[in-house]
């Protein structure tokens, strides 16, 4: 059927197939699908649970090709490879170490013997490279993946490493390399600090979930965009980049938090709280995203400046037995009094509306720049909420549109209540009603104006 097709579609159908088994099958299908899959610039291929599964079996282990042979003949037959992922699915993640018995490493694809097979063959115009490694058999073996990939792949723009133990020993400087993820990786401090000194002209960082950090710091001059999650409690962390616009920080209770970001433009920070927090007043903040189980003692020793538009806050439970001081929309609208649209989640509306059933908000200032609400309620006492909707509504003069999403255990007759009232009584504002679920995406049930 291919002989009836100009070889330029064929190719152009060759290129779009997602799975390079599915390529690998094509191949010896005819001529003309071997010779032109050799000129398909990128290669993809994931190790299935499916797969896993057959490989252990003693049923079927003798008919299962071993993933590697099947990637390494596939990149042999490769003429120009700009892009290459290899890896395992993410279900395989939810094997346990003690679910095997023997130490294989068939699946160590940031094993360096096997890597140093196949990387020197394509590197020359590779642009993007991604290894997803299966964790049981790599997180006991320390890999110097970094400095085989950092000799040879002087192109290389984008670099994404998982699930590994890494060293950064003989690592080379990457000036190329303009984005880094690392997701699961274990490092040390002096690593990260190399990180810092080999890949200079990154302008995105991701680093998700990486262990083993005790006083880790990013000090990139380029960074534009890092998102940074840290499972584990660091003495302390800092971040210094000049000219980074967008920050997405996850950790629990640093001793120390520093900061050294003055063009940051959208910051989502989440935290239970911090000791020592240095962070030099934000210019151009406008979008800020804010969760902590201090909210408020965040608020008034972080400088987040007047410029902020668009705010949302979130009350994280506490691990501790108290909390001195609870959230409350007094001291929020007086810090930041320029906030055009405001979202409050589950926790944080709860806790504003209890302060204010004990304090009201006679001291809170008026929101005049504020023009919507996004709140997630949990009705326990409707008559409640509702004094406490109108006297927010009281505060806000322009306030033009408010979305409340109620919890979906919400009897539906205290539901159709809140909206009855709130529609009626403040007719001016456009309501939008939804309802929200733990773990679940929003429910938008009407909108009403």
């Not at 040390?188 to 200079?200: G, R, T």
């Not at 000791?275 to 979008?287: A, P, S």
């Not at 987040?304 to 929309?329: N, Q, W, Y």
Request: net charge negative; charged share 25%; hydrophobic share 40%.
């Amino acid at each position: 059927m291919e002989e009836h097709l100009p070889q330029s579609l064929i190719f152009d159908i060759l290129s779009r197939l997602t799975d390079s088994a599915d390529l690998a099958r094509c191949r010896v299908v005819s001529k003309t699908l071997n010779s032109l899959s050799r000129d398909v610039p990128s290669i993809n291929l994931l190790c299935t649970l499916s797969r896993y599964q057959k490989s252990r079996s003693p049923a079927t282990a003798h008919r299962v090709t071993p993933f590697k042979a099947i990637f390494y003949n596939l990149v042999s037959n490769y003429r120009k490879l700009e892009s290459v992922s290899i890896g395992v699915d993410k279900s395989l993640g939810e094997i346990f170490y003690d679910d095997l018995e023997d130490e294989r490493d068939d699946l160590c694809l940031t094993d360096v013997g096997f890597v140093k097979d196949w990387l020197p063959r394509v590197c020359g115009e590779l642009r993007f490279l991604s290894i997803s490694d299966f964790w049981i058999q790599s997180c006991w073996r320390k890999s110097d993946v970094l400095a085989v990939i950092s000799s040879c792949c002087h192109r290389l723009i984008e670099l994404e490493l998982r699930n590994a133990w890494l060293t950064v020993d003989g690592l080379n400087p990457m000036p190329m390399l303009t984005k880094l993820t690392l997701e699961f990786i274990r490092l040390e401090d002096e690593d990260l600090n190399n990180v810092n000194n080999c890949f200079p002209c990154l302008q995105v960082l991701n680093l998700v979930g990486v262990g083993g950090l005790k006083e880790p710091k990013i000090h990139l001059l380029h960074l534009k965009n890092c998102l940074w999650t840290i499972s584990n409690a660091p003495l302390s962390l800092a971040i210094y980049a000049p000219n980074l616009m967008k920050l997405e920080l996850k950790c629990i209770k640093p001793k120390s938090l520093v900061l050294e970001t003055p063009l940051l433009y959208d910051f989502h920070l989440s935290l239970e709280k911090a000791n020592e927090v240095r962070i030099k007043e934000f210019q151009n903040l406008k979008n800020l995203q804010l969760e902590s189980s201090s909210l408020c003692s965040l608020i008034n020793i972080v400088p987040f400046g007047h410029t902020i538009k668009k705010l949302k806050v979130e009350a994280l439970k506490s691990t501790e037995p108290t909390e001195m001081r609870r959230f409350d929309l007094v001291t929020l609208f007086n810090i930041f009094p320029n906030v055009s649209s405001l979202t409050l989640g589950p926790r944080a509306w709860s806790e504003a509306e209890n302060h204010f059933h004990q304090e009201g908000l006679e001291r809170m200032a008026v929101m005049k720049e504020l023009k919507e609400i996004s709140a997630y309620l949990v009705v326990d006492d409707i008559d409640a909420t509702l004094s406490f909707i109108f006297s927010v509504l009281n505060k806000c003069p322009n306030l033009s549109d408010l979305a409340l999403l109620i919890h979906c255990e919400v009897d539906s007759g205290i539901s159709s209540r809140i909206v009855s009232r709130c529609t009626v009584d403040h007719p001016r504002v456009r309501w939008r009603w939804g309802m929200w679920k733990e773990g679940a995406e929003d429910t938008w049930v009407s909108v009403g104006i």
